[in-house]
């Protein structure tokens, strides 16, 4: 029996949005930048769950968008543009995985955060499915 390499999700999502040119000006990491408060641009990206198919060989994990803004309007526009670019992650290959389908759980909804009371944040979810190597 061999064993399973599972991709890094978290890593294969950051690595295909953070040099977007629609999101230039956007941090776009697993992880807040230092001296975040809610009010920069930001998306974070976090794995949330989901099963290994193993009848299909696949990893299925749903991903969470945190997208970050000024404002409302700003959040919303960043989220949208986010969303977008991460459909054009379908086909592609990042190191031994391959990203064999994606589909919307939750779009872009409001979703305050009362941690970060100044900040403006949309959050949305999607699944992959993608092929180890």
């Known amino acids: 029996m061999s064993t399973i390499v599972f991709p890094d999700v978290e890593r294969l999502v950051v690595d295909h949005l953070k040099n977007r040119a629609e999101l230039a000006g956007v941090v776009v990491d697993n992880r807040p930048p230092a001296g975040f408060d809610g009010t920069q641009k930001v998306v974070l990206i976090s794995r949330a ?8 060989h696949l990893d299925r994990p749903l991903v969470d968008l945190e997208v970050y803004g000024p404002d409302k309007t700003t959040a919303h ?18 190191g031994g995985a391959f990203v064999a389908d994606l589909a919307e759980a939750d779009g872009p909804r409001w979703l305050p955060d009362y941690n970060r009371p100044n900040g403006n944040r949309y959050l949305s979810t999607v699944r992959l499915s993608v092929r180890p190597a």
Do not use: F, K
């Open 49 to 56: 769950g989901g099963a290994w198919a193993d009848d299909l």
């Open 77 to 94: 526009s960043v989220a949208l543009s986010a969303r977008a670019a991460l459909l054009e992650v379908v086909g592609t290959s990042y």
